[in-house]
């Protein structure tokens, strides 16, 4: 199954309604759906795709370079001996990835954990929203196909290297959410080092979400709070 999947996110304009002057925002991977993150195989399938479509044959050498998450001066060095340009390139590959992690979620893949009803009590209490690393078309589907109606607010990153840049522990998307939402007030829950970074520079408060996949980490930053599920961190903002 292929879904169209556009170069950029539809951002909203202006401030969405609400009288919450407070925001709620979760990420995605290992926090709402189950595992740390997409398959490394959706890069590989994505690069074979691409490769397909502009009937290219490159060398085996330069494959492992060119199907890597990251934008990095080997991809780069890659592109350049393929005779391809390496922005352009990347972001064609990218729209190819979020096609293949949608498929998997799509399959069943990776599922949302079981907590996640607890959203809906938050949303009574707070502006709801999502913003993730992932690619803006993959965070959509995850919304729209597992019905995650309290989140009025969902991003995911750009596709291409500008996208990539922007990934936290930059700020750049969590302070387009508080814009969005109309508040500057806000607690950011994540399960990595990363999140709390992001968090911290955005202005906004921390709560590290310890899951299966990261019980024992042990963090190098300090969150506002830690929490051991969705349900937990519900309670507290009900009292």
């Known amino acids: 199954m292929k ?8 951002v909203p304009s ?18 709402i759906v189950e595992g740390h993150g997409a398959d490394p195989v959706v890069h590989s399938l994505a690069l074979e795709d691409l490769l397909e479509e502009r009937e290219m044959d490159v060398p085996d050498r330069y494959r492992a370079p060119l199907e890597q998450y990251e934008y990095t001066d080997e991809f780069v060095a890659a592109c350049e001996a393929v005779g391809v340009d390496p922005h352009e390139f990347y972001t064609a590959r990218e ?47 995850v919304v729209d196909h597992h019905r995650l109606d309290a ?37 950011y829950v994540g399960d990595r080092a990363t999140d709390v ?11 590290f979400l310890r899951r299966d996949h990261n019980a024992d980490a042990d963090l190098d930053v300090d969150p506002t709070l830690e929490i051991d599920g969705l349900g937990e961190l519900a309670d507290l903002v009900a009292e």
């Not at 970074?197 to 709560?207: Q, T």
């Open 14 to 31: 202006g401030t969405l309604s609400g009288p919450e002057e407070f925001a709620l925002l979760f990420d995605m991977d290992g926090v």
């Open 95 to 141: 729209r190819y990835s979020a096609e293949h992690s949608i498929d998997r979620l799509a399959a069943g893949k990776r599922g949302v954990f079981g907590d996640v009803d607890a959203i809906d009590r938050l949303a009574d209490h707070a502006a709801v929203g999502l913003v993730s690393n992932n690619y803006h078309p993959t965070v959509e589907f």
């Open 151 to 187: 989140f009025r607010y969902v991003r995911g990153r750009d596709f291409g290297p500008d996208g990539f840049s922007r990934r936290k522990p930059n700020p750049h998307y969590l302070n387009e959410a508080l814009d969005a939402l109309g508040v500057t007030d806000g607690l």
């Open 3 to 10: 879904h169209f999947v556009s170069d950029a996110a539809q």
């Open 197 to 207: 970074v992001a968090a911290e520079r955005a202005g906004i408060d921390s709560a």
